[in-house]
């Protein structure tokens, strides 16, 4: 599947210097469907080198031509939109119509930085003196590591290269290597835009071995991951001895508060829908409910009969809404928690096994809890499933406490249609985006990101360039030289 892509380094796809390739698994027939290389020590070295000189070049190119190359991109992606999102779905099992709507969403990132390109502006400040100058002027941070991945393998490398491409940056990207694929299609539009050769490079391999090598290597100036809390630890424990810039955008386990004048049943089919998206596998899922005592049991109802109309299969079948998950020690993970909760008392109303039928594949049924303890492993520790655990709430300062109690802070849900009172939870909770009546918060114009564990650093908007810029303060005192009468 991979035949036409490789290791992009200099602007042309290539094996490993050493012939070696890792293979990459389907999760629907767990058999392998593909091969891609194995880069070599000498291969990231040299790959490092000639990063470091499309830095030079990128950065170098007008901003106005840097986004013209850019748009052109997205362009291409969206013309490619069929064949990028049947590689996706290969890889990953989710569902074609996810697959499409995030390659899509992958072109909407590089349209979005293809404008902020041109939007790099810097500060005059008034000096204190008439004859001196103080300006702030914004320049690229130099060669930029991108770290993805496999939930979303096209929209997370896109809006890392994307906006490190914007502020002339050039990129070394390294895949998921469980979803390599997206990436590289990313990187043939940008090729077939037009961008320089160096200016992104595509590397594959063993992971750890190559993060290492890379991290060390002076020539990184920034790092950008997408992945787990203790992954995030690690990186920022390589990236500290050579003082490297850093955004991590890291776990979440994002609760929603269902208050109780707002509809339970419109309430739980809306969450369900986001819910079992991607087969839970999604970092801003809604993963903790407390709903209000007066509606729980609508919405129990609502949100159960919700998970058992969903379609389990091969996300390439037509009629399909639910895929695999990505990795077997995943699959084990999400029934260890279910056995959990109900160990410690909570209610298995929807789903709870593998489907029955189903020898091959990481499926897992669209499990609803009810009466879900808070001491249950599954309100504390990321679910990353198609697990829904269900509470119920008696107060405001209560549910607020409880929706904080994890070290995690990166979405959260409100659901109300009292105006004060929405504001008042959004601004209690402890994370970075927060949606009202809305579970789609990833937008190529918002900021994405969180706090507290779940990292720091912004990607998308207008802040989302900023990771990839230094700041320059001038001061400039103004003489005039000997002028000839």
């Known amino acids: 599947m991979y035949e036409k892509f490789g290791l992009l380094i200099d602007g042309e796809w290539r094996p490993a210097s050493d012939g070696g390739q890792l293979s990459v698994f389907s999760p629907v027939t767990e058999e392998i469907i593909g091969t891609v290389p194995a880069a070599t020590e000498a291969d990231i070295d040299r790959a490092l080198q000639i990063a470091n000189r499309g830095f030079s070049d990128w950065s170098a190119v007008a901003a106005w031509s840097r986004a013209a190359i850019l748009r052109k991109a997205a362009d291409l992606l969206r013309e490619r939109n069929e064949a990028g999102a049947r590689i996706m779905s290969t890889e990953t099992g989710k569902p074609l119509a996810e697959a499409r709507a995030e390659i899509n969403a992958a072109a909407d990132q590089f349209e979005w930085h293809a404008e902020e390109?041109?939007?790099?502006?810097?500060?005059?400040?008034?000096?204190?003196?008439r004859d001196e100058r103080l300006s702030v002027t914004y320049q690229p941070?130099?060669?930029?590591?991108?770290?993805?991945?496999?939930?979303?393998?096209?929209?997370?490398?896109?809006?890392?290269?994307?906006?490190?491409?914007?502020?002339?940056?050039?990129?070394?990207?390294?895949?998921?290597?469980?979803?390599?694929?997206?990436?590289?299609?990313?990187?043939?539009?940008?090729?077939?835009?037009?961008?320089?050769?160096?200016?992104?490079?595509?590397?594959?391999?063993?992971?750890?071995?190559m993060v290492r090598q890379l991290i060390a290597s002076p020539i990184?100036?920034?790092?950008?991951?997408?992945?787990?809390?203790?992954?995030?630890?690690?990186?920022?424990?390589?990236?500290?001895?050579?003082?490297?810039?850093?955004?991590?955008?890291?776990?979440?386990?994002?609760p929603v508060i269902v208050h109780a004048d707002f509809d339970p049943v419109a309430a739980a089919e809306k969450l369900a829908a986001t819910k079992f998206r991607n087969c839970g596998q999604v970092c801003i899922s809604p993963s903790?409910?407390?709903?209000?005592?007066?509606?729980?049991?609508?919405?129990?109802?609502?949100?159960?009969?919700?998970?058992?109309?969903?379609?389990?299969?091969?996300?390439?079948?037509?009629?399909?809404?639910?895929?695999?998950?990505?990795?077997?020690?995943a699959l084990d993970n999400a029934l260890r928690l279910i056995d959990d909760a109900q160990a410690k008392g909570a209610r298995l109303i929807a789903g709870g096994n593998r489907p029955a039928g189903m020898d091959k594949g990481l499926f897992l049924e669209p499990t609803v809890l009810a009466d879900v303890p808070d001491t249950a492993a599954i309100m504390i520790?990321?679910?990353?499933?198609?697990?829904?655990?269900?509470?119920?709430?008696?107060?405001?300062?209560?549910?607020?406490?409880?929706?904080?109690?994890?070290?995690?802070g990166l979405a959260?849900?409100?659901?109300?249609?009292?105006?004060?009172?929405?504001?008042?939870?959004?601004?209690?909770?402890?994370?970075?985006?927060?949606?009202?009546?809305?579970?789609?918060?990833?937008?190529?114009?918002?900021?994405?990101?969180?706090?507290?564990?779940?990292?720091?650093?912004?990607?998308?908007?207008?802040?989302?360039?900023?990771?990839?810029?230094?700041?320059?303060?001038?001061?400039?005192?103004?003489?005039?030289?000997?002028?000839?009468?």
């Open 141 to 209: 941070v130099g060669v930029c590591l991108a770290l993805s991945a496999w939930n979303f393998p096209a929209l997370l490398p896109a809006r890392k290269i994307s906006a490190a491409l914007a502020a002339g940056c050039s990129v070394i990207a390294r895949p998921a290597s469980e979803a390599p694929g997206s990436c590289m299609i990313i990187a043939q539009a940008l090729v077939d835009a037009g961008l320089p050769a160096g200016a992104l490079t595509v590397l594959t391999g063993a992971s750890g071995p």
């Open 117 to 129: 390109a041109k939007r790099i502006y810097g500060q005059t400040i008034p000096g204190r003196a």
């Open 412 to 485: 959260a849900y409100v659901f109300t249609h009292d105006g004060a009172l929405a504001a008042e939870t959004a601004e209690a909770l402890e994370t970075g985006m927060v949606g009202i009546n809305e579970t789609l918060l990833a937008t190529a114009e918002a900021p994405f990101g969180g706090v507290k564990q779940s990292g720091f650093g912004r990607e998308g908007g207008s802040l989302g360039i900023l990771d990839y810029l230094t700041p320059k303060y001038i001061r400039h005192k103004l003489v005039r030289g000997d002028v000839d009468a």
């Open 220 to 254: 990184i100036a920034k790092v950008s991951l997408t992945g787990s809390v203790p992954v995030g630890q690690l990186i920022l424990r390589q990236c500290a001895d050579g003082i490297k810039k850093v955004s991590l955008e890291l776990g979440g386990h994002a």
């Open 381 to 408: 520790e990321e679910p990353f499933a198609p697990v829904a655990p269900i509470a119920s709430f008696a107060s405001f300062d209560e549910v607020i406490a409880r929706a904080n109690s994890t070290p995690f």
């Open 288 to 329: 903790r409910f407390y709903v209000h005592h007066s509606i729980r049991r609508e919405f129990e109802d609502a949100f159960a009969a919700y998970a058992r109309k969903l379609v389990i299969g091969d996300g390439l079948m037509d009629g399909i809404t639910t895929g695999p998950m990505i990795r077997r020690r």
